[in-house]
């Protein structure tokens, strides 16, 4: 590979290396995936909440990254030719690139916290990286889907303060926390990732994946720290296996039952196409 | 803690407090006025992001912590 061209601004693929090109393609396919779960999870969690506030804020929260997954979806579709019909309705689970925390039902509410503070942080934490971004058809959305995402972080936050101040819920958070911290690091990538070195040279995005894992963690052990919940945080990852497309080490995807309920399979003969 | 000055609409009293952080709709939170004790809601995008709990880099520019990257 020849050295990258860099420019100030890409309209389009066009003057992008292949590297850059299809790294930013799977970095959003891996957002759009994450989105599409979370949206999902939190709209699973409109009820059974330990307030109404919560169930009210997850509709909300369900809405906006069902939103956010519209907007990438259209960035992919002009720029990559992909499918938003074919990338929710018909692709195999095992292509998902969502964080595979996501993967499974989220099963209780210090689950449910580790989901917004930390996986949909991590979401953020990309989001924000690509805010002024090189490549002007994403950076005409970021600030919008960030705007957005402060809402989720705060209600995340809030929530994370709450649950780590119980006695009885501190050790479930501590543990689902570090559960999300291994999934978000897998999902993030190793820090020799192609893919994501030709990203931050072209200036498409402003920092690698591994310094997003590091600030990351820093925010997450800032506010365990105020709220005094002890965190052990994971040790790196072996990528081992890890597929820059489906950003897993495993070539498992969200569960079938998630799926086809996300799908909405069960009314296929309602849809409308 | 609500955000200063969020007018109530039905009385115009600047003495309200925020009741929660979502209402009815994805781009509102739920207001109280104090004075003529009515639930309102306020439209959130483009209020002062100072008032909630974020990360520093999410900050507004003027309340970031600066000795960290």
């Known amino acids: 590979m020849g050295e990258l061209k860099v420019q100030a601004e890409f309209e389009s693929l066009e003057g992008m290396s292949e590297a850059c090109a299809q790294g930013l393609g799977n970095l959003l396919w891996a957002l759009a995936d994450t989105k599409l779960l979370l949206g999902y999870h939190y709209g699973e969690w409109t009820f059974g909440t330990p307030e109404l506030e919560a169930a009210v804020a997850n509709c909300s929260l369900s809405q906006s990254e069902l939103g956010h997954v519209r907007l990438l979806h259209a960035v992919l579709k002009k720029h990559w030719g992909e499918d938003p019909e074919l990338l929710i309705e018909r692709r195999p689970a095992a292509e998902f690139a969502n964080v595979t925390f996501l993967d499974q039902p989220v099963e209780d509410w210090a689950a449910y916290v580790a989901t917004n503070a930390v996986v949909d942080l991590a979401a953020t934490r990309v989001l924000h990286a690509l805010q002024g971004s090189a490549f002007k058809p994403i950076r005409m959305s970021v600030d919008k889907m960030l705007d957005e995402e402060r809402h989720h972080l705060h209600h995340g936050r809030g929530w994370f303060r709450s649950v780590a101040a119980r006695s009885d819920g501190a050790r479930r958070l501590a543990d689902a926390t570090r559960e999300a911290l291994r999934a978000v690091a897998v999902w993030l990538g190793p820090a020799d990732d192609v893919g994501d070195r030709a990203l931050v040279a072209a200036r498409v995005k402003a920092a690698a994946n591994a310094d997003l894992l590091a600030a990351l963690v820093t925010d997450l052990t800032g506010l365990a720290r105020e709220v005094g919940l002890a965190l052990d945080v994971p040790g790196p990852p072996s990528f081992g296996g890890w597929d820059a497309r489906t950003r897993r080490m495993d070539s498992r995807g969200p569960a079938d039952e998630i799926v086809f309920h996300l799908r909405g399979s069960a009314n296929q003969l309602f849809k409308l196409s | ?69």
């Open chain 2, 1 to 69: 803690m609500s955000p200063p000055g969020v007018p109530c609409p039905f009385c115009g009293a600047a003495d309200t407090v925020k009741e929660a952080d979502f209402g009815t709709s994805l781009m509102v939170n739920r207001q109280y006025c104090r004075r003529c004790r009515t639930s309102f809601e306020a439209i959130k995008w483009g209020a002062p992001a100072g008032h909630l709990d974020l990360p520093e880099f999410l900050k507004p520019n003027e309340e970031r912590d600066t000795s960290h990257g």
